[in-house]
């Protein structure tokens, strides 16, 4: 975890200087539904801190985090935190559902293509994962919402609430995931099965199905485990475009609001929060991939 | 082995465990005569007196009474929590009798002390206010003269005060409660006296009014009716796309800003009834920079003008829901002035001899005019806001069309600002909403927060400023007339359409009405027909 801390920084200062970057004055954007005159705008500037120097800025901006202290929101002028553990929920909930559906659906489909090798399912299962891989949430979200919101109305097009309005944007967010699990999987299935101790098992007359699940099962699931922890990281960036097509609170719509009108204090503390999520699943994932192999544990020790 | 399927076990445990109790954190419960009424754009704050955006008055102007009402049909004022008002032959001391009974949401009663507290905390610069604190003038202080009278003093007299005290950013909220929550938790809490009262927001999800059964100090355009609704939630849809489909599978019964795509399909449909509303207020616009090349040549603005259709592109983006535009003020603005409806029509003759006569000719045969070696080129900067990309991309049609090249910039809001402010632009779209045509003066004086014309214009200025002061309005809109016709001699600005908010409800939705800013629904007749 201590590795952590350098991440933590570099992270911290590029979010700062991209944000300081990019142009614009949040004094101006603050006061642009009002009727305040340009002296009105440079007097609310001076008051934000916005005329220091670059050094200043920084500076002041680090002293703070290292004191553990986020900010208030330049627009809100609530404290960061608070506005981030309202909307940490929502989309750690869709991530989790999303990552439950890749899961599933990766997973399940890459092992049925596998031991179907060569016939038309391990065809119609790469054809499906190149759509989900290839296919952008943004179009598969409202093809979704037309199709079992509206033409079927299964489930409600829009919005948060109870479980059914969870499941066509988990659904969405996760199928986008799965392609590339399901290829994963599949690779590594074929490759295992052709490995010569399977040849031996199989010469001792072990039956297929306890083959698959004895022996090819635990070895070739060690790449897949890799793929889903990174596609975590994808999930996190998906939710961003899932929430605003479903029109769910979260994280993601937050960070872009924020970065839209140049509002450092919640972007650093949202953009922090995201490293630290992928960072922990990271290590859940390693943690995993020691259980799951042998080797690993053993190579530790 | 085993501890390995424990450990997968407890994982798929702790996952599964997790998620009902995170989503049950969501739930909303279901009640019967619940209205869902649609937004379109989550604010950053809901705290009326802190926060700018109109969306925030969508709710909130049914949560909060003001001193005055502006009322929508004869846009006179009239008395809201003050029974009567006077003002002082100098413009400077407003007197305001308030009117007696009338008890915030949260128990407590509403006097000339409160009056007092909700000015002085918009004033304060602690609040941070980035609207309200702008709307006084120069206020000087607010005096508690007895129990229901008080009396705002101005150091200089500022003519729209009645209309700025008729708006929700100065609505009065309950002393009690602002000090209780603090600057930023009150908007959770917020406590006002109007017909509804506020119960929840989760930002970025919904926020819940519920009817206040003891409102009945509300003037006539905010009566209630026994059976209207009892409860509204606000559910956002920043997505145009899904604002229909919200409609049509009924999870919403009212919904703003609808795309013109889909105002016709609405008008047609059965269950469904369109609400256009037009906005006083601004034009949809675009402001040329008199401080840089070639805009900064009137006869290069006023040909560029000649050379905009107008008509078609209103026609081809906004279908016959809005107006095309003439001035710098839309038709339902105080102040406005028909006297440009027939100025700077479609001419491209017209646009082509002025570029002439001003030396701009083609010499090189590449259909582009030049001048002394330079090309004739313009710098158009915008957001990408609403169907502002369309136009830019018809405006840059029509313009090439009579030798002028187009640089389009779709860059962020802050990013447009800020070259608006720079200079960098020659052409900028903007515009501000308000029934006081006193928003010209940010406009087009020289030292207004938004002179994305950069004009410098001691005419102008005078004309504007006396406007503002003028407590004699026929007088007041023969300034505003003088200026508005000073701002279209020099071409200062391009207007395009005025804005029509196209909301839509369920056809069940019954006395569904709108206030003088054409934003915020009246919410206190409504009703939800089975």
Redesign the interface.
Known sequence: MIGLVPTVWAVASLTFLALYL?????A??????????????AERRA?LGLDDSLPVQYGRYLWRLLQGDLG??L?????VT??IA??F??T??LA??GM?VTVVTGLGLGIVAAVRRGSWLDAAVSGVSAVGISTPVFWSG?LA?WLF??VL?WF????????QY?VLPAAVLGFSSAGAVARVTRASLVEVMGKPFILVARSRGIGPRSILFRHVLQIALLPAVTVIGLQFGFLLGGAVVTE??F????LG??VV?SV????LPVVAGTVLVGVICYALVNLLTDL?YR??DPRVRSHLR | MV??KR??LG?LVA?IA???S??A????DAEPQKLVYGLTL?P??IDPH?????ELGIPLSNVYDTLVYLDPETGEFVPGLATEWSVSEDGLVYTFTLRKGVVFHDGTRFDAQAVKFNLDRVVD?AT?S??A???LGKLDRVEVVGDHSVTIRLAAPYAPLLDSLSQVYLGMASPAAVDKWG???Y?FHQVGTGPFKFVEY????HLTLARNPKYKWGPELLRQVDSSVDEIEF?????P??RT??L??E?AQIMGEIPPQDAGRIDQAAGLALHPVAIPGQPLQFFFNLSRPPTDELAVRRALMYATDRETIVETIFGSWSPVASGPLSRVTLGYVSDFEGRYLHDVSRAQELLEEAGWMDSDGDRMREKDQRQLVIELYHMGWGMVPEVVQMIENDWAAVGAQVNAHL?????A???A?AGDHNVIPFN?FGTDP??L??FYTS?????FSHVQDAELDELLGLAAASQDLPQRLELYRQAQTKIMEQALVLPIRDYVNLNASSSRVQGLRFDARGWFPLLSEVQLED
């Open positions: 990019i142009p614009g004055d949040p101006q954007v603050l006061l642009s539904e009002s009727n305040a005159t340009a002296a009105e705008i008051e208030e929101s627009f809100t002028g609530r404290p608070a506005t309202e909307q929920p929502a750690l909930t989790i559902a439950i409202l919402i919101a509206l109305d409600p097009a829009t919005g948060q609430g109870g479980l969870l605003t097509v029109a769910r609170q979260g719509r937050l609001k839209l009108r140049k509002d995993l259980a799951l | 501890r390995r450990l997968l994982i996952v997790l998620l009902p995170l989503a954190c969501q739930a909303g989550i950053s704050g802190i926060h700018a955006s109109s610069p941070g980035q609207k604190r702008y709307m600057k930023a938790e908007q989760i930002p970025g999800d559910r956002f849809y920043e997505d796309s899904t489909i919200a049509e599978s999870q860059v962020s809001y802050p990013a600002l800020e070259a402010r501000l006193a928003q003066g940010s030292g207004g927060g938004f002179n």
